[in-house]
């Protein structure tokens, strides 16, 4: 099915460990984004990127890395979790910068 | 970055009720664009709409891009339509990437 998928869609996590959340899409999109959701914060903007080998901080980077090798993936690296990254993370892309975003189902990340 | 204000921040209505949601932007934007977040998390394109005003089914949504705002109609509301709303912009000249509101809260009760 053409979406974007994201996996895992659960993970719990012990405070200094690390991770890599995936995200891929078949849509042939250039633009993707990591938002991450807390409660009453709306969705704040962690990394994006407008091409495959093109990324960029949004407004929360620090204690994320991205890359993109692909213009299917883009996966989100946790360095050292920590309880602050206890959130839901949403993966969106976008085939240009003039259409609508499409988001993945989101992972419910806890940091303990 | 801009500021994205949207209101009212929670909403509760009776099956069949119309609402308007407001969204304000503290600068001019590329984008803009609405989206439902349903009670299970899925976050769910509803239009995008830079300037001017589209319609899909019960819902429509009307930009006035020189005044920095939108607005998203739902008429005869049905519980399905529960959940928050978003709606997201990016800086006129930037990075195209969407800030979002905090969006808006609605109830619908049958």
């Known amino acids: 099915n053409a979406g974007v998928t994201q996996t895992p869609k659960f993970q719990v996590l012990k405070t200094g460990q690390s991770m890599t959340l995936q995200c891929a899409q078949d849509?042939?999109?250039?633009?993707m984004s990591w938002y991450r959701q807390d409660p009453g914060m709306g969705l704040r903007l962690i990394h994006y990127s407008v091409g495959a080998g093109i990324t960029d901080q949004g407004e929360v980077p620090n204690g994320y890395n991205v890359s993109r090798s692909t213009t299917e993936d883009f996966p989100l690296r946790l360095l050292s979790a920590a309880p602050s990254q206890t959130s839901v993370y949403f993966c969106a892309s976008s085939y240009s910068r003039d259409n609508g975003y499409t988001f993945g189902s989101g992972t419910r990340l806890t940091v303990v | 970055g801009i500021q994205v204000e949207q209101s009212p921040p929670d909403l509760i209505l009776q099956e069949g009720a119309n609402s308007t949601l407001r969204c304000n932007f503290s600068d001019s934007v590329n984008n803009l664009q609405w989206f439902h977040q349903n009670p299970w998390g899925q976050l769910i394109n509803l239009f995008y709409?830079?300037?001017g005003t589209k319609q899909n089914g019960r819902l429509s949504a009307t930009t006035v891009a020189t005044e920095r705002y939108s607005l998203l109609y739902i008429s005869s509301s049905q519980t399905t339509d529960s959940g928050v709303y978003f709606c997201a912009g990016s800086p006129a000249g930037g990075s195209y990437i969407p800030t979002f509101g905090r969006g808006t809260s609605l109830i619908v009760h049958p």
């Open positions: 709409i830079p300037s």
């Open positions: 849509m042939n999109h250039e633009y």
